[in-house]
């Protein structure tokens, strides 16, 4: 093909790769529109509305407001109780996380280990995780009753002391972590069942030909390396739905007795909604938001570098 003809498709090229990439971007916003108006209205202008609030001194309700600054992160860092909430918090976690990891683990490898009744032991081991916690907040309320709970009258029938457990300091925040791992276990054991599926059998083969006869060698050269991936992400969301504790704590203690049980979104809750100091609440939330999605970088990166993945 020459001369004129030539020239014309030639120039008309450029133009349909143009008008084909517009009609891709075009279908593209089309159907991504609705899905990025929806997270800029539940997720980005909530977050802003947060932070724009923490700067005044809004009550609930009240028709006025003024701009305050960071008078209220001043005053949040001052807070004995805040700090009080904050250091709950982190002891809480702390307790979930690894119990959480290890019990999931334990009761993973023991089912997948059985040759009956697995999908039993999933279901009875997963159904906390379903339930409805408030509701589950209220039976154990029923059975850490310092006289008629079934707890306290098992310790004393075999001899051992029995407790208030939650009106007594040292004990509200533990127990409360206790019920925060029944609560997660069967969401890790779930996880940890599905990552042992995924192992190859002939990497246990080979590991016996290699000499890792016992079974806590096969753990440790095959079981947990491959589970890396597996472990991260309970590591994260367990930690995530600790920091989230808030329904035992209403249910349960209220945050007491004094301070000893209250977590930052109990205090977030009370100053917010009981004290009806909307902007100090707000400026708890921006603390809350910052902690959990600082703590949740620094663990994928952290264990990112000690994952194997196959």
Not at 83 to 91: D, E, F, G, Q
Not at 133 to 155: R, Y
Not at 266 to 292: D, K, P, Q
Request: glycine share 8%.
């Amino acid at each position: 093909m020459s001369g004129p003809l030539a020239l014309s498709v030639a120039s008309d090229e450029p133009s349909l790769v143009h008008r084909r990439a517009f009609t891709e971007a075009l279908a593209a916003w089309t159907l991504a529109g609705p899905a990025v108006c929806s997270l800029l209205v539940l997720f980005f202008m909530p977050v802003i509305g947060v932070f724009v609030i923490a700067l005044t001194d809004w009550q609930f309700g009240a028709p006025t407001l003024s701009f305050v600054g960071l008078a209220n992160f001043r005053e949040l860092f001052a807070d004995n109780g805040f700090r009080t909430s904050l250091l709950n918090t982190v002891i809480y976690v702390l307790i979930v996380v690894p119990g959480t990891l290890i019990l999931g683990l334990l009761i993973a490898l023991l089912i997948e280990s059985g040759k009956s009744y697995r999908s039993f032991y999933r279901a009875i081991h997963f159904l906390p995780f379903m339930a409805t916690l408030t509701a589950m907040a209220i039976g154990w309320e029923a059975l850490l009753h310092p006289t008629i709970g079934l707890v306290n009258q098992t310790l004393s029938a075999i001899g051992l002391p029995t407790a208030n457990w939650l009106r007594d300091e040292n004990t509200a925040l533990p127990v409360l972590a206790v019920i925060g791992i029944w609560q997660n276990l069967g969401y890790a054991m779930v996880l940890f069942l599905a990552g042992l599926k995924s192992i190859p059998q002939d990497l246990y083969d080979a590991a016996d030909v290699d000499g890792a006869d016992l079974w806590l060698d096969r753990l440790r050269t095959v079981t947990l390396p491959l589970l890396g991936p597996v472990s991260m992400f309970v590591v994260i969301v367990v930690a995530l739905r600790a920091f989230e504790s808030f329904d035992t704590v209403k249910v349960l203690t209220q945050g007491g007795p004094g301070h000893a049980s209250e977590v930052l979104l109990y205090t977030l809750y009370r100053e917010s909604f009981e004290y009806l100091r909307t902007g100090y609440g707000a400026a708890v939330a921006v603390v809350f938001l910052v902690i959990v999605v600082t703590l949740t970088l620094v663990q994928a990166r952290l264990m990112d570098r000690k994952v194997h993945y196959q």
